[in-house]
Nanobody, 130 residues
Framework: QVQLAESGGGSVQAGGSLKLSCTAS????????MGWFRQVPGKEREAVAV????????YYDLSVQGRFTISQDSTKNAVYLQMKSLKSEDTAMYYC???????????????????????WGQGTQVTVSS
C-alpha cells in the first residue's frame, strides 16, 4: 500500500505562485510514475502533470504548459508541482497520484486520460482569486 501526503495548497491572487509537494510512504524507487490531477466540484477530474520517477516522458495538460513545472526528488520519493502565473480557472482540489506498475509511454498516456492510478492522496485545495 502506498500513502501519498500532499501539502502546499492555499489561496493566492491571480498571477501568483504556489508549490505543491507530495511524498509517498514507500522506499525510494518503489513508484514508477507520480503526478498531479485536479478536480472542481461538479466536473470530472483532469490530469495536470505526470512524470516517470525514473526519468523520461513528462506529461502536461495543455492548459498548464509553460506555467506549471513538475519535478521530483527521487531520494525522498517526492514529487512537486511549481505553479506560476496562476489563473482563477486553476482553482481546484489537487490530488497527488502514483503507480508502481511499469508503463510504456502509450500505457501512461492511457492511464493519464482515464485517471487510472492505483494510489491517490487526500487532496490539497488551491484557490486563485481574480
Amino acid at each position: 500500500q502506498v500513502q501519498l501526503a500532499e501539502s502546499g495548497g492555499g489561496s493566492v491572487q491571480a498571477g501568483g505562485s504556489l508549490k505543491l509537494s507530495c511524498t509517498a510512504s514507500v522506499d525510494p524507487g518503489s513508484t514508477t510514475c507520480m503526478g498531479w490531477f485536479r478536480q472542481v466540484p461538479g466536473k470530472e477530474r483532469e490530469a495536470v502533470a505526470v512524470l516517470y520517477t525514473g526519468g523520461g516522458v513528462t506529461y502536461y495538460d495543455l492548459s498548464v504548459q509553460g506555467r506549471f513545472t513538475i519535478s521530483q526528488d527521487s531520494t525522498k520519493n517526492a514529487v512537486y508541482l511549481q505553479m506560476k502565473s496562476l489563473k482563477s480557472e486553476d482553482t481546484a482540489m489537487y490530488y497527488c497520484v502514483a503507480t508502481r506498475t511499469g508503463l510504456s509511454p502509450y500505457d501512461l498516456a492511457v492511464r493519464v486520460h482515464k485517471g487510472e492510478f492505483e494510489y491517490w492522496g487526500q487532496g490539497t485545495q488551491v484557490t486563485v482569486s481574480s
